[in-house]
């Protein structure tokens, strides 16, 4: 089966894929302007970006950089328990009490 898209390299094609067209990213910023209970001339910036993001597949930098906090709050916070648990001791376990029958 061929692929007629216009612009859509050949099947077995190893080409990196082209850039989003302006076209297509302008389409989904209206359709979003329009799902969000606005006039498809009323885009707005967040529109754009998130049309953007969907198109070329890139992640959201903000969302990206909190998950990334998110994870380094709960690494200190593991660090700063096992700290509190392990404080006083000399790093050894205690001798085994020994089993003595008199």
């Known amino acids: 089966m061929y692929n007629t ?3 859509a390299p050949p099947e077995g094609d190893s080409c990196p894929p082209l850039p ?5 990213v302008y389409a989904r910023t209206r359709q979003l ?3 969000a209970g606005r006039y498809a001339h009323q885009i707005s910036k ?3 970006d998130q049309a953007m993001r969907e198109i070329t597949g ?3 930098p903000k969302r990206q950089e909190a998950i990334l906090e998110a994870a380094e709050r ?6 700063a328990k096992h700290q509190q648990l392990t404080a006083g001791s ?4 205690p001798p085994a009490p020994r089993n003595s029958r008199h």
Do not use: E, F, I, M
Not at 20 to 24: K, M
Not at 90 to 93: E, K, L, P, V, Y
């Open 33 to 35: 302007a329009l799902t």
């Open 58 to 60: 890139q992640s959201d």
């Open 5 to 7: 898209a216009p612009g």
């Open 90 to 93: 000399a790093g050894r376990q």
């Open 74 to 79: 709960l690494r200190l916070a593991r660090v």
């Open 20 to 24: 989003p067209s302006r076209d297509r």
């Open 46 to 48: 967040s529109d754009y």
